[in-house]
């Protein structure tokens, strides 16, 4: 492991001593093999001047919810070091006063809330104190004999340390120790924490971030010799059963998930080891994982929902062996070992899928470290129930926003590149969809990108680009639940009798034969899907058609048609089956403002007066028939198949 120290660019982060700090934080978050997503903390003591003007000795702690990879200086929790040495000589402390203690204690009240570690970080006697999960030191410490192993390894230069648990148990742990021995009479540069991480300490940035560094290198060069390099092999890809998994794990769970599957030859070499399914799922790297991730991940077989059944009655029996009074957590696995295919992982959105498949692509090169050198001994499961069902860690599952309505759902939209199509993408996506866009506008990826979602070029009429399209999302996010089809064009107007041949085989073609073959390839998808939803976009003009338009209200009227074939064929499956007409939506690219004027000529009318058109002499806009849409994907239609719903403002030639 080399150190990323760079002379030049720690100066622009300022030589005060904050400054150095905010530096070596940010290289040790940028070394996923030290720190994952929020993991790690560090720290620096200062002397400032207060808003009175007297001296206050402080350590700045990292600040629960920042990531050392990206911290700032705003990212530090300025404590006063008399209270945390105070709390240190406390015989015990509830983690609730600790916290409460520690915020009260804080220079600036709405800095954010400081680390668990904030006592143990003031106690040790050195300006800065940083502390990582580095897989290496968890490869040799949970490696069986990694008490020895460590000592061995390490020598006089680092004081090895049983696990206890993170918080005030340990900062006591290390009171304790500090109270027989002197870290700088003795020469020690680091603490290893077995089965949990290490901290390295010194009275400069650099050199306490170096230390850390030169450690870990230690451990790696010691693995590299002892352990077998990571299995390699090619997964055969099968996206149906990828979206069984998806909605089997996503029932275990209460909600629609997101499922990431890693397929590189990593992550399949792992899933093939032989006994994979016994030493992979003996627990975590560092306790911390274990919020994000569970103890242990599901190991797939054979029957993929029974294997997830059997994940969570083992989660049952867990809960049960532990639990003083508790309630159960979801008993879904976070991750899933799967022979043949690689690791998939789950989250409610992309963001925290992708989380867990980073803990889990580290986890699963670890512990084959772990296991090839000595036998891969993680924590007991019980100190893992202890930090999985800590009071801190579940008040911060509580404290969580309302879940939106489509959140962990998967979204294919045909035909959004503008108008109607591009506010349903928008309203699915603001409701918490992962939001697939299919439009053959070559600007579709751009658009999608905008509102978080993603845009294939694909001409809907041929065959090969739309399964692309199709296989792609299920292999990007586990499945599909909502489709809305909504391609369609509107030709230029004439007669039955002067009509182009092309106009009507081209309108048919788009307006219905292409939902014809979406639905061909999509439902085996939808399926599988959470609370599965179809809806098609129709027109008012099925019901009230006019002159000029045969091609048009034609293929409208056999979409509503397609629509309520396909509600009587899906509904055994539980999978609702919706048609919405729109009318006269005029803020799309169809209608210049010239467009607008000649047709309100037409009728004799001002613009205005053209606009609201409609019994209720509202205007219609494409936001209404997204946010329409929306709710029909919802739960407020679970009843509702085969309906056809207007949002037109009223029509009477419909009414
Ligand atoms: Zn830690």
């Known amino acids: ?355 867990v498949a980073d803990i889990a692509e580290s986890t699963a090169a670890t512990v084959q470290l772990g296991e090839s050198t000595g036998g891969w001994t993680p924590l007991d499961e019980k100190d893992i129930f202890e930090i999985e069902y800590w009071d801190l860690e579940q008040a911060k599952l509580r404290k969580g926003p309302a879940r939106k309505v489509h959140l962990g759902k998967v979204a294919l939209v045909t035909g959004c590149a503008a108008g109607i199509g591009f506010a349903i993408a928008e309203s699915l996506a603001e409701q918490g969809a992962q939001v697939v866009g299919l439009d053959i506008d070559k600007e579709i990826p751009e658009i999608m990108k905008k509102i978080g979602a993603t845009g294939i070029v694909v001409n809907l009429t041929e065959d090969k680009p739309v399964q692309d399209a199709i296989d792609f999302t299920v292999r990007e996010f586990g499945g599909i639940d909502i489709v809305v089809s909504n391609a369609g064009i509107f030709p230029k107007n004439d007669n039955l009798d002067v009509m182009a041949q092309t106009d009507w085989d081209r309108t048919i073609s788009i307006n219905l034969t292409s939902h014809q073959k979406l639905m061909n390839k999509v439902i085996p998808f939808v399926k599988q899907g959470l609370d599965a939803s179809i809806i098609f976009v129709g027109s008012r003009n099925f019901k009230a058609p006019g002159p000029g338009a045969s091609a048009y209200s034609c293929s409208k009227a056999a979409l509503t048609q397609l629509c309520r074939v396909a509600a009587l064929e899906l509904a055994p499956h539980k999978i609702r089956v919706n048609i919405v007409h729109p009318d006269a939506v005029f803020d799309t690219k169809l209608w210049t403002p010239e467009a607008l004027e000649k047709s309100a000529a037409r009728y004799g009318m001002t613009v205005d007066e053209y606009k609201t058109k409609n019994l209720m002499k509202v205007e219609i806009k494409s936001k209404d028939i997204g946010n329409m849409v929306s709710a029909m994907a919802s739960p407020l239609f679970a009843k509702v198949t085969g309906a056809q719903i207007p949002v037109d403002g009223g029509n009477d030639r419909v009414i």
């Open 1 to 355: 492991m080399q150190s990323l120290w760079n002379d030049q660019e720690a100066a622009t982060f300022g030589t005060d001593l904050l400054g150095q700090r905010v530096y070596t934080s940010r290289l040790l978050g940028r070394n996923p093999a030290l720190v994952l997503h929020g993991g790690g903390n560090t720290s620096v003591k200062v002397t400032e001047k207060d808003y009175f003007g007297d001296c206050v000795e402080l350590c700045h702690v990292k600040g629960s919810g920042w990531d050392l990879a990206t911290i700032e200086r705003a990212g530090f929790s300025p404590v006063r070091m008399e209270a945390l040495i105070k709390m240190s000589k406390l015989a015990t402390m509830s983690d609730e006063d600790m916290v409460l203690q520690q915020r009260a204690a804080m220079t600036n009240p709405n800095a954010p809330a400081a680390s668990i570690e904030a006592i143990l970080h003031a106690i040790l006697p050195f300006k800065f104190v940083d502390h990582s999960h580095a897989n290496a030191i968890s490869a040799l410490t949970c490696a069986k004999d990694g008490e020895a192993r460590a000592k061995e390894l390490f020598g006089k230069r680092v004081l090895v340390l049983p696990y206890v648990m993170p918080g005030f148990v340990l900062a006591k742990q290390v009171f304790e120790v500090l109270q027989k021995i002197d870290l700088r009479k003795e020469g020690i540069e680091g603490i290893v924490l077995l089965k949990h991480g290490l901290f390295t300490f010194a009275d400069d940035a650099k050199a306490s971030y170096e230390k850390h560094i030169e450690l870990v290198t230690i451990a790696e060069e010691y693995l590299a010799k002892k352990g077998t390099k990571p299995a390699q092999a090619e997964a055969s890809e099968d996206l149906m059963a990828l979206a069984k998994l998806r909605r089997a794990v996503s029932k275990a769970r209460g909600y629609a998930q997101i499922a990431r599957l890693n397929a590189s030859p990593n992550a399949v070499g792992y899933a093939n080891i032989a006994n994979v399914a016994d030493f992979g799922t003996r627990g975590p790297l560092t306790p911390d994982h274990s919020i994000r991730t569970k103890r242990a991940p599901a190991f797939i077989g054979e029957d993929i929902d029974a294997s997830v059944q059997k994940f969570a009655d083992d989660y049952a029996a867990y809960f049960n062996r532990h639990a003083k009074g508790q309630t159960m957590l979801d008993p879904a696995p976070r991750f899933a070992i799967w022979p043949g295919n690689g690791i998939v992982s789950f989250g409610d959105t992309l963001k925290d899928a992708k989380i």
